[in-house]
């Protein structure tokens, strides 16, 4: 059952190590919520708890005014004290006969966490932004075999999606402070979210991961946000931090492209007409969408002239790998990204340290697009070049028959890609480059990458 939790400032619970179990008042249940308000207990409170070899108990505090509840379990022969941390706290052990107040006992695993997954940020417009939750199922790439190999047409739709979690989507400007609440699911889910969620459905990305995916309208321009993915009310992932772009930034969204399932931020293309908010699938116009996929067709098939399978092909890569990796860069570059430089930049401790410049190019009103097939647009606006990397993991996932050549950033490759940010520029150690990714939680982008 799913109540709604609230803790209020009075609620304060402390059992002693001479607690009996006669003063227990309630049992809680196995791999269930129990949620209390002052007003609803003795204060101090006993519960009883299920006998189990191993036993979780875990506490979440709801209110942001009663972080000075303090919590004793007692497993029948010792007395612990759940110690809280940003408005959370977990015990495990063995439980015999005991008592204890919290808000849910388990016994398989912490109910209340923060995971160490982050949540995804796609892009934003000035008042629109793109959101995944953490990945919660990878879907495993058919591999080909002998003597039928084949690969997935490239306009294959979706595969059923695995069950999901219950994701809840969390978004406020850095000023309402959501950092200094509680931790806690319940918690965050009383604090007041900002914007329109105007989709909310589930994807799978390239990588192949599942991921809840929002799409938020009715954010304001040159807004600095906080955002939290809830899972299940009670495993909180976040915060990462995102800026919207300013007022005149003029490139639509385009996302929910099965073609290009990593495909999730702001183009140079005119506004969908109304009332489309941004381009997907069934609104981005047919001479981009046939001439991209006409590649990929062609590409697969010559791929399939070439024996797919291990023994022939390689003992780290499959055909199945190289298309993967051919699409993610087909995507890339076929579908140029909008973006303008940050105001401000931060880094992991809180400082406003310079951090590197991305790899932006501004292109002039009416400059001739990137990609022919793209109309030629009547605003300026700053296009974001793709990683080199993009290009490398082709060229490695690929044989060499197929002629795949990157750019070598000693000539001029980063006049059509961004160089050094993930790997380092001269000698490509991976994850050495400046920053070491594509972008980061707090918000910095520097090439366009999945």
């Not at 793109?130 to 003597?147: G, H, K, M, R, V």
């Amino acid at each position: 059952m799913r109540i709604t939790p609230l803790l209020q400032i009075s609620f304060l619970c402390l059992l002693s190590a001479s607690i009996t179990f006669a003063q227990v008042q309630q049992s809680l249940s196995l791999n269930s919520l129990s949620t209390f308000s002052g007003s609803s207990i003795s204060n101090p409170a006993t519960f009883g708890l299920p006998a189990s070899s191993s036993l979780t108990v875990s506490v979440a505090i709801c209110s942001s005014q009663a972080t000075s509840g303090r919590f004793f379990l007692t497993n029948g022969s010792d007395v612990f004290e759940i110690q809280l941390n940003t408005g959370f706290g977990s015990w495990t052990g063995q439980a015999f006969n005991n008592a204890s107040l919290l808000v849910a006992v388990s016994d398989n695993g912490t109910v209340h966490e923060i995971l160490d997954v982050l949540p995804l940020f796609g892009d934003s417009t000035a008042n629109q932004a793109i959101l995944f939750s953490p990945p919660f199922a990878f879907e495993a790439t058919p591999q080909p075999t002998y003597p039928n190999y084949t690969l997935p047409l490239a306009n294959s739709s979706l595969p059923d999606a695995p069950p999901s979690p219950t994701f809840d989507l969390v978004i406020a400007p850095l000023s309402a402070q959501l950092t200094s609440l509680p931790q806690t699911g319940c918690s965050l889910a009383n604090a007041t979210s900002t914007g329109t969620v105007e989709l909310n459905n589930t994807w799978l990305r390239g990588s192949g991961d599942w991921r809840s995916q929002w799409f938020v309208d009715g954010l304001s321009p040159d807004t600095n946000y906080t955002a939290y993915v809830i899972q299940d009310d009670v495993k909180v992932s976040g915060p990462i931090y995102f800026v919207t772009k300013s007022s005149s930034f003029p490139c639509p969204l385009v996302y929910s492209l099965p073609y290009c399932p990593s495909t999730a931020y702001a183009v140079p293309l005119p506004p969908p007409q109304s009332p489309a908010l941004a381009y997907d699938a069934a609104s981005l116009p047919t001479n981009i969408s046939d001439p991209l996929l006409q590649y990929m067709t062609n590409f697969t098939t010559m791929l399939l002239t070439f024996g797919c399978g291990r023994d022939l092909y390689s003992p780290l890569q499959t055909c199945s790998d190289c298309r993967r990796e051919y699409r993610s860069w087909l995507c890339d570059v076929s579908f140029p990204r909008c973006s303008e430089p940050s105001l401000t930049s931060s880094d992991s401790s809180g400082s406003n340290a310079q951090a590197p410049l991305s790899a932006l190019q501004p292109q002039p009103s009416g400059a001739t697009p990137r990609n022919p097939f793209f109309p030629v647009v009547n605003y300026s606006y700053t296009s974001l070049l793709p990683c080199l990397e993009v290009c490398h993991a082709v060229d490695r996932a690929c044989p060499y028959f197929l002629g795949i050549s990157c750019p070598v950033p000693q000539f001029n490759a980063d006049a059509s890609y961004g160089v050094g940010f993930i790997d380092s520029g001269e000698s490509g150690v991976v994850g050495h480059g400046t920053t070491g990714a594509a972008q980061d939680r707090w918000g910095n982008l520097w090439c366009n990458g999945n």
